[in-house]
Nanobody, 120 residues
Framework: QVQLVEAGGGLVQPGGSLRLSCSAS????????MGWYRQAPGKERELVAE???????VAGDSVKGRVTISRDNAKHTVTLQINSLNPEDTAVYYC??????????????WGQGTQVTVSS
């Protein structure tokens, strides 16, 4: 029912910035939390940042102070900007959408992942 389309990954120099976007389509009835996770080689997937439809945001400890997340509720699009990138930010970034309906049923959707490489 829900499909996620990610965009914005690529090669970035250290100290630069990057913007990632994720657009969701399909039926999403209830509370929708949209965000980004990442997974580096040899490491577990971790939260980068997420945002609820109310505007409430949560950011992972590794990126606090360097990320901004926003969303367009009408278009079901979430945008993540990361500043002051360093090689440790190199990872595959995954869009994540969590939908909770009126009877507390939850569904989780993942994007296919987009590669972000920080290197000079």
């Amino acid at each position: 029912q829900v499909q996620l389309v990610e965009a914005g990954g690529g090669l970035v120099q250290p100290g630069g910035s990057l913007r990632l976007s994720c657009s969701a389509s399909g039926s999403m009835f209830g509370t929708v939390v949209m965000g980004w996770y990442r997974q580096a080689p040899g490491k577990e997937r971790e939260l980068v940042a997420e945002i609820a439809d109310s505007g409430y945001t949560v950011a992972g400890d590794s990126v606090k102070g360097r990320v901004t997340i926003s969303r367009d509720n009408a278009k079901h699009t979430v945008t993540l900007q990361i500043n002051s990138l360093n090689p440790e930010d190199t990872a595959v970034y995954y869009c994540n959408v969590r939908v909770t309906d009126w009877v507390m049923r939850q569904k989780v959707y993942w994007g296919q992942g987009t590669q972000v490489t920080v290197s000079s």
